[in-house]
């Protein structure tokens, strides 16, 4: 007899058994909370964080560490139809004493004053004036409505006093620096009661090396403002009296 059985039904495995969700479970838990605790430690700062600033850039208005501009290199002003331009010589000047009188009295010393001073009463009467050396690089073709080199003479000669002025004797503009040399021995003369002491004027003065160096067309002269030892008072306490003639000079030869 055959008699049928039914097979007893295996049950079907379960690819994911409870268990092992469970277990799944469990280790992403961790792994969330460990998750979340690293992320809280990511997160808080540990060090604060520095904020650099960058140092701002230099600009154009900081102030410049540049040593003090000497006066001869002071560049010349541009000339103007309406302010003549003048350059005035301090005698000796940058280069060596000149005439010395025995106590030390300089003749640049006496020449520096009172070119200062030409140039100040210049400037006050709406001339530009520039100050220069004895060898000034800026003699070097020097165009202007003058230039005027300002010497004193000997301290080792008794009983000579007096001025003198000069122009090249070689002068392309003749004319003109003969008026210069005239306005000078006049203005001068009536400034400083001096005399003229003309027998004096040497080569010295009439192939003065400046009136190589300018430009032609600058008319040019040399005043000896008197001599250190008979005029030494007037020298050596009044440059502003011998300025007022020479700037009194310069002025006459401008039409001013
Ligand atoms: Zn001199």
Do not use: W
């Amino acid at each position: 007899m055959y008699s049928y059985r039914p097979k007893p039904v295996q049950p079907i495995r379960q690819t994911t058994p409870h268990g092992q969700r469970t277990m799944f479970s469990l280790v992403f838990m961790v792994l969330s909370i460990m998750g979340i605790l690293m992320g809280f430690r990511l997160f808080e700062p540990e060090v604060q964080p520095v904020i650099k600033i960058a140092p701002p850039p230099p600009t154009t208005t900081a102030p410049s560490l540049a040593p003090t501009v000497s006066v001869a290199d002071n560049p010349l002003p541009t000339r103007d139809p309406f302010r003549p331009l003048v350059g005035v010589v301090a005698g000796h000047q940058g280069y060596d004493p000149g005439a010395v009188c025995p106590d030390g009295l300089t003749e640049a010393d006496v020449n520096y004053r009172t070119a200062q001073e030409v140039v100040d009463l210049l400037e006050r009467r709406g001339v530009q004036s520039v100050l220069l050396d004895e060898f000034d690089d800026r003699l070097d073709g020097f165009l202007a409505d003058a230039l005027i080199s300002i010497h004193a003479d000997s301290c080792m000669v008794p009983g000579a006093s007096g001025f003198k002025v000069a122009r090249a004797t070689d002068s392309a503009i003749p004319d003109a620096e003969d008026r210069l040399v005239a306005c000078l021995y006049q203005e001068y003369g009536d400034y400083t009661g001096l005399p003229e002491h003309l027998s004096s004027v040497t080569d010295n003065m009439t192939k003065y090396h400046a009136f190589r160096e300018i430009d032609r067309m600058t008319p040019g002269a040399i005043i000896e403002l008197g001599f250190l030892l008979d005029d030494r008072d007037l020298l050596e306490n009044k440059p502003k009296i011998l300025a007022r003639g020479v700037a009194a000079g310069i002025l006459c030869f401008l039409g001013k």
